[in-house]
């Protein structure tokens, strides 16, 4: 059976030929290859070579070599067929069905390759003509230098205007592309209830989109107008893209995160571009999803530990503690993630710009085990003073444990973790009794007995990090989550917030699980049929499932004392008192933020300096409380 050449090629992208071979052979790296006994001649000296960047292995005592495919089919006495089937199930990948459609689709998509690649010529011409001078403007303020530039095929998509919505469309047809072929590679917007079909993307900054070979699969553009719904806009899934199962810089990241032994994934675009400008060429991102299993397994085959960088702020915690979970099933021996937390409020394009690469490293130098991850996500989640509170912990644990896969991994997690557990409650490791009871026999928690009404007093814990860290006599906190409740209500009884304060809603960190779903929704729907009014929000809800916490907030039972958010209120009321609570909430979460830094300032040095810096923070959380109404500071 023949293969599509694009489906050979994804695979042996997703598989490392060390790794297969490393099977039969014990391999040892010399900078940027590893060698190895021959497995086809007795030898005492190694003459066989595998380099996973040319995705090829050599023997030299025999002569034999080829790629991965050829050594499962020398070694193991398998068929070209059944190799493939073999790997493919490694990798993940359908096998193609067997009939001659697969050549008609391989041409298809070959041609989709060639359209895509017109298309990025295009935005390229485009971004050094006089209609991209916004765009080259706004590269200028980014600080991008010219190779830069040219190194990741930026380009401008023009179209300011609805009438001027045909250009690429137009340049394509010359070029004898037909309108389906456009709209297969997702570069129009077509359907049977548009009249015409017009440019996806207009006036945007384009980033080209590669696969694994380097050839351009996709685009993502970002807005240069501030009125333009969507900041940044992906390609649609097409034959040629599925954004779960690629990495935006893959195939200029593999050689040097191969030769570093290391891969970083951040957040966007320009962050990856970012830290090439500062000499940082290891870099990938996600296209527009949370990290999936997928991405995670293209990474593993470019390094064992690549390297999550997110922001310090809750947000970033909130995503790192999504990877985490998606991770933990997929573990293996010798393959895991370590975590990067930036400096509150930066990105690492920001940072790379306003202090260098050395910072950037820095960050990276510092990066957390997942393991660590793992403790913090669940430790932060709750106060342990009680024995009950204790116990749920530990269960905690177990069912964390319970989720990874792999048994030696797993054997190891639960040491490390139960070991944590037992440290921070005073226990010895082994030794029978309650939570904090030593084998003396002494409280392991309280130098004194508790009475009622007793402050919790980080100082009075025994000398442990995590409960150093734990201050959580925390008054303030929960304002935030109090006033996502009020912001989501003005935006559900008026709409028009959305066509104004777009940016301002998608960006607002929420920390409620269901009301930040409820509001990502609420962006795509908006993104979709603006302008809204308030029956056909309520609507779209409805048939998206929303219907219950929806109309629960609309009614504005929750909001009594903030009737800037009820459906009666004014426009201009409501606007002002959104932007009111807003920029109250963003200093809420701020100080939450702050606070955790203190937390961590006081487990790492517990100074009378840093206790008060925490009192004071608290306190001035619980100054923010009135701002909210008697009814929401309970």
Known sequence: MSFPKSFLDELKARIRVSDVVGRKVKL????????????????????????????????????????????????????????????????????????????????????????????SAFFREKLKSGAGAEARRYLERRGLRADIIERFGLGYSPGLDRSDRHQLMNHLKAKNVTVAQMAEAGLIIHGDDIPEPYDRFRNRLMFPIADARGRCIAFGGRALDAEQKAKYLNSPETPLFHKGRGLYNLHQARKPSYDLGTVIAVEGYMDVIGMAQGGIDNAVAPLGTALTEEQIGLMWRMAPEPILCFDGDRAGLKAAFRAVERVLPLLKPGHSLRFALLPDGKDPDDLVRESGGEAMHAVLDAARPLADMVWEKEFQTGTWDTPERRAALEARIEEVISQIADPKVKGYYAQDLRGRIAKLFGRNQGARGSFGQNRAGSGGFRKGPWKPGQRFDPRLQPVTPELRRSALARSGAGAAEKMEHVLLTAVLNHPDLLETHYEEIS???????????????????????????????????????????????ASGSAVQTDPFALAEASATEAETGFLRLLSNHRRSVTLEAEFRAAERALAADMSEENWARMQDLQREMQSERPELGAEMSD
């Open 28 to 119: 040892i790296r010399r900078g940027r290859e590893f060698v190895g006994l021959s497995p086809f001649n007795n030898e005492k000296s190694p003459s066989f070579t595998v380099n996973d960047d040319k995705q090829f292995w050599h023997c030299f005592s025999s002569g034999e070599h080829g790629d991965v495919i050829k050594f499962l089919e020398k070694t193991e006495n398998l068929s070209f067929l059944e190799a493939v089937e073999r790997l493919a199930g490694e990798a993940g990948l359908d096998m193609p069905q067997r009939d001659e459609r697969n050549v008609e689709r391989e041409r298809e998509a070959a041609t989709l390759i060639d359209v895509m690649e017109m298309a």
């Open 507 to 553: 960006r607002l960190t929420i920390k409620t699980a269901a009301l930040d779903k409820l509001r990502n929704e609420i962006i795509d729907i908006a993104a979709l049929n603006a302008p809204l009014e308030r029956a056909a929000l309520m609507d779209h809800l409805v048939y998206r499932d929303f219907a219950d916490i929806a109309q629960r907030l």
